[in-house]
């Protein structure tokens, strides 16, 4: 990175120097893609482990969380509902296995598919 960054040091038009802008691009890319593969890790984990975590009916967000840390995945609210959508879509769960208080309030999908034009 920095060898890109020393190789076009020079002054655009503008007279901002080239390399600032790519050091300014390269930040946000960079953590989306470290971000994007650390879920991906999370939930390669999560899939093994979720016929042990949502064995109990009626469980809460924060108790299914706490679940999946116990077992080493650590997942936040956002990333939680995702996987949790995700195992919906695959028909793995159904809806009124999904805790209602996931990622504050849930949108049931299918009632808003159903009733959007």
Same mark, same amino acid.
């Given at each position: 990175?920095?060898? !890109?960054?020393?190789?076009?040091? @020079? ?5 901002? @120097?080239?390399?600032? !802008? ?5 930040? *946000? ?21 979720? *016929? @042990?975590?949502?064995?109990? @009916? ?6 299914l969380r706490a679940e999946f840390k116990k077992r080493g995945v650590n997942f936040s609210g956002a990333e939680l ?17 999904? *805790? ?5 309030? !849930? ?11």
């Amino acid at each position: 990175m920095y060898y !890109i960054i020393r190789t076009v040091k @020079q002054r655009n038009k503008k007279g901002f @120097q080239v390399s600032t !802008i790519i050091l300014i691009l390269s930040v *946000p890319i960079a953590w989306f893609l470290i971000s994007a593969v650390l879920f991906e890790k999370k939930k390669r984990a999560a899939w093994k482990l979720y *016929p @042990q975590v949502l064995c109990k @009916q009626g469980i809460t967000s924060r108790e299914l969380r706490a679940e999946f840390k116990k077992r080493g995945v650590n997942f936040s609210g956002a990333e939680l509902y995702l996987f949790m959508n995700e195992l919906e879509e695959c028909g793995v769960v159904t809806h009124q296995d999904v *805790p209602k208080n996931l990622a504050g309030t !849930i949108i049931d999908v299918r009632w808003f598919k159903s009733t959007s034009l």
